[in-house]
C-alpha cells in the first residue's frame, strides 16, 4: 500500500508539475510574442543610437527624397484605419503631408544576406509630426536578400519610406514653419544591418520638394 500511494504521489507531483511549467512556458511565449507585437523596428525610440556615423558608404548607394506637401494617390480599395485617417487628414486643410523615401542599392560585389535598415529624422520634428514618431524602416521580421547589381531584376535594391503629417506650415506662425523646414533638411541617420556586417551613415544630401 505504501508503493502504491508513492506511486500515487510521484504520477501526481508529476502532473502539476508539468501544469505548471506549461503555464510558465504559455507566459513567456505571451510576453515574448507581445514584445515582438509592439517592437517592430530595430529599435523603437526616437533618438537615434549615439554611433560613429559616416557620410560614405563601401557598400551601398543611397537616395533621399523628402516631399512636403505632396498629394498621397490613394488606389480607392484602402480599409485600414491608416488609410482612412490618412484619407481624413489630406481632405481637411489642417496638415500638410510629410513623404520619405530613401532607396538604397547594393553596389558591393556580394548578396547582402538578411538586410534591415531604419532611419531617423531630425529630433527637431517631435513635436509637429502627427504621431509623434522620429524613425522607419524595414520590420525585423523582414526577410530582404539585396543580389549582386545585374541588368536583368531590380533585386539589388530596396526602399523605405513613410508617410506622416505636420500642421498645416502655410496656415502656422512664421517662426514654427522656418523650424519644422529647417528640421526636415538636417540629416537623417540611417542605421544597415546584414548578416555580415553594419554601417551607419549621416544622409546629409536628400532631395527636398515642397509643394
Given amino acids: 500500500m505504501r508503493e502504491n500511494n508513492g506511486g500515487k504521489n510521484f504520477k501526481r507531483a508529476l502532473f502539476w508539475g508539468l501544469i505548471v511549467l506549461f503555464v510558465v512556458l504559455a ?36 537616395y533621399t527624397l523628402i516631399e512636403v506637401g505632396k498629394k498621397y494617390q490613394f488606389s480607392g480599395n484602402e480599409t485600414s484605419e491608416w488609410a482612412k485617417n490618412a484619407k481624413e487628414a489630406q481632405e481637411s486643410n489642417k496638415y500638410t503631408s510629410l513623404q520619405y ?81 529647417e528640421a526636415i533638411r538636417k540629416p537623417i541617420k540611417l542605421i544597415i544591418k546584414w548578416r555580415d556586417g553594419e554601417e551607419y551613415l549621416l544622409l546629409e544630401n536628400a532631395e527636398v520638394k515642397i509643394y
Avoid at 43 to 60: E, G, I, M, R, V
Fill in 27 to 62: 507566459l513567456i511565449g505571451y510576453d515574448y510574442y507581445n514584445y515582438n507585437r509592439s517592437h517592430l523596428f530595430l529599435y523603437n525610440t526616437n533618438k537615434a543610437p549615439d554611433l560613429n556615423y559616416s557620410t560614405q558608404s563601401n557598400n551601398f548607394k543611397i
Fill in 101 to 181: 523615401k530613401i532607396i538604397i542599392e547594393n553596389i558591393s560585389s556580394k548578396v547582402i544576406k538578411d538586410f534591415k535598415a531604419q532611419a531617423f529624422v531630425d529630433e527637431g520634428l517631435e513635436p509637429y509630426i502627427m504621431s509623434g514618431i522620429l524613425y522607419f524602416g524595414t520590420l525585423k521580421n523582414q526577410k530582404i536578400d539585396l543580389n549582386v547589381k545585374n541588368n536583368e531584376k531590380m533585386d539589388y535594391m530596396t526602399e523605405i519610406d513613410r508617410l506622416t503629417w505636420l500642421p498645416n506650415i502655410n496656415q502656422i506662425d512664421v517662426k514654427d514653419r522656418e523650424k519644422i523646414l
